[in-house]
């Protein structure tokens, strides 16, 4: 069975820049097939995809979000991570990290979320 | 607004029929492109209900199912029970501004 378990700091300050990792177990970030993703939750909105990685390094992220994201894979230790710049109040979310298959382009397995609230 | 869109809320009495539309245009589902639905039970992650249009993972009842026809997408979940109470959220993909995933706004399902 596939886990992911996100981690990072709750509390940003505004401007600041968000750094967060995700941990996979039982599956392998190095095997082809899935995209490594981000995807975040307004409070009380809907899911937002900020984006995602394949195991070859190659990057996709959402148009909106481009300029300040940047995601990353650390097959030796099955983890991948998200960077978010220049963090607004705005950004205060839950943040998801879930697999991709690349077959269609949907997300089979999710995290359970870590809350990142932006505030001074 | 998002670029799928849902009904905000449906509801349904136990035992009943009930569906949820997920409406979309040329450049995501009505380009080809599959639709899948999430189920976010409250103050959980999302968990995959359809992928594909039509297909369930293993594990998930046939009281769900899917389909898509042209621009639109729909859910139907049949002998509505008290924990379907839910969110509901259809996504696809969207070929228009360099691709990007794309999700509706999702559907507030109240079993009555």
Redo the contacts between chains.
């Keep these: 069975q596939v886990q992911l378990q996100e981690s990072g700091p709750g509390l940003v300050k505004p401007s600041q820049t968000l750094s967060l990792t995700c941990t996979v177990s039982g599956g392998s970030t190095s095997s082809g097939g899935y995209y490594w993703s981000w995807i975040r939750q307004l409070p009380g909105k809907g899911l937002e995809w900020i984006g995602y990685i394949y195991y070859s390094g190659s990057t996709y992220y959402n148009p909106s979000l481009k300029s300040l994201v940047t995601i990353s894979l650390a097959t030796s230790k099955n983890q991948f991570s998200l960077i978010l710049s220049s963090m607004t109040a705005a950004d205060t979310a839950v943040y998801y990290c879930a697999r991709g298959k690349v077959q269609g382009n949907y997300f089979d397995y999710w995290g359970q979320g870590t809350l990142v609230t932006v505030s001074s | 607004q ?1 670029v799928l869109t849902q009904p905000p809320s449906v509801s349904g009495a136990p035992g009943q029929r009930v569906t949820i539309s997920c409406t979309g245009s040329s450049s995501n589902v009505g380009a080809g ?2 639709v ?1 639905w ?1 189920q976010q039970l409250p103050g ?5 209900l359809i ?2 249009n039509t297909n369930r ?1 293993s594990g998930v009842p046939d009281r769900f199912s899917g389909s898509k026809s042209g621009t639109s997408a729909s859910l139907a979940i049949t002998g509505l029970q008290a924990e379907d109470e839910a969110e509901y ?1 259809c ?3 969207d070929s228009s ?10 559907t507030r399902l109240t079993v009555l």
Excluded: E
């Excluded at chain 2, 959980?44 to 995959?48: G, H, M, N, Q, R």
């Design positions: 998002s492109y599959d899948h999430y959980t992650a999302p968990k995959l992928y594909r993972p959220y996504q696809s993909y501004l360099s691709g990007s995933v794309v999700f509706g706004g999702g």
